[in-house]
């Protein structure tokens, strides 16, 4: 499945999400347009920031709209709580870089294409 990306997309949550199992983020009106639209076995990572730094990256399958349908704590990092408000953006993370590097891994155009956001 091929990683896809855009430069400089970046937005913040529409409402809270937990540290369960949520597999949908909603972003603040408008924000999900920033982002990829994922086909059919494509994705994104995308990465979402608490006010103190705390991070978590997430792996985005489906955008609808403003609404991400993702898989939480990806690329090394935990589930965790985040409030309205808190940043998501569209970063370069070392799972991208690995599947760039990797024989069956993401295409050089598609991996040349990304863009690091700094919030």
């Keep these: 499945m091929p990683a ?3 430069n400089n997309a970046k937005s913040t949550l529409a409402s809270n999400i937990s540290n369960t199992v949520v597999t ?6 408008g924000g999900g347009a920033l982002f990829p639209s994922p086909s059919a ?15 978590e990256i997430v792996k985005c ?5 403003d609404a991400l349908t993702v ?3 990806q690329d090394g990092s935990t589930a965790s709580t985040f409030s309205t408000g808190d940043r998501v953006e569209l970063r ?28």
């Design 41 to 55: 076995g494509e994705y994104f990572y995308a990465t979402i920031i608490k006010s103190d730094n705390t991070s």
């Design 61 to 65: 399958t489906s955008r609808s709209g």
């Design 24 to 29: 949908t983020v909603n972003l603040a009106t």
């Design 71 to 73: 898989v939480r704590a």
């Design 92 to 119: 370069v993370v070392a799972a991208y870089l690995n599947e760039a590097n990797a024989p069956s891994g993401i295409s050089t155009g598609k991996a040349i294409a990304m863009a690091m956001v700094f919030g």
């Design 4 to 6: 896809i990306a855009t």
